[in-house]
């Protein structure tokens, strides 16, 4: 196994919580994760990330307060923690390892899983 699988999607409503997981091979321990999203016609759209170390997240502002990503390497596994959903958080949630370059850019990522689909209704 090279890609990740996500899981923890599905339909929450406005305000509710969902917990997104992220399986990967024991190799994914060692890069910084993130996580993405994308809807429809948009380009892959930067969520959250965290060091391999687990010293370090970045969020994009959209989610920054409300989002929490975390790891835990000894499962080779990536969580993203959503609270106080939006409609407009509803896309595909995507995570793969980074390779090089920015870690806020979607190229810069490789192994991508296929996704996990989340849906707020309003």
């Known amino acids: 196994q090279v890609q990740p699988v996500e899981s923890g999607g599905g339909l929450a409503q406005t305000g509710g919580s969902l917990r997104l997981s992220c399986a990967g091979p024991s190799t994914f321990s060692d890069y910084t994760m993130g996580w993405f999203r994308q809807t429809p016609g948009k380009e892959r759209e930067f969520v959250a990330a965290?060091?391999?170390?687990?010293?370090?997240?970045y969020y994009s502002d959209s989610v920054k307060g409300r989002f929490t990503v975390s790891r835990n390497n000894a499962a080779n596994t990536l969580y993203l923690e959503m609270n106080s959903l939006k409609p407009e958080d509803t896309a595909i949630y995507y995570c793969?390892?980074?390779?090089?370059?920015?870690?806020?850019?979607?190229?810069?990522?490789?192994?991508w899983g296929p996704g996990t689909q989340v849906t707020v209704s309003s």
């Open positions: 965290i060091s391999y170390t687990v010293m370090n997240t």
């Open positions: 793969a390892p980074h390779i090089r370059g920015s870690i806020y850019d979607a190229n810069s990522y490789r192994f």
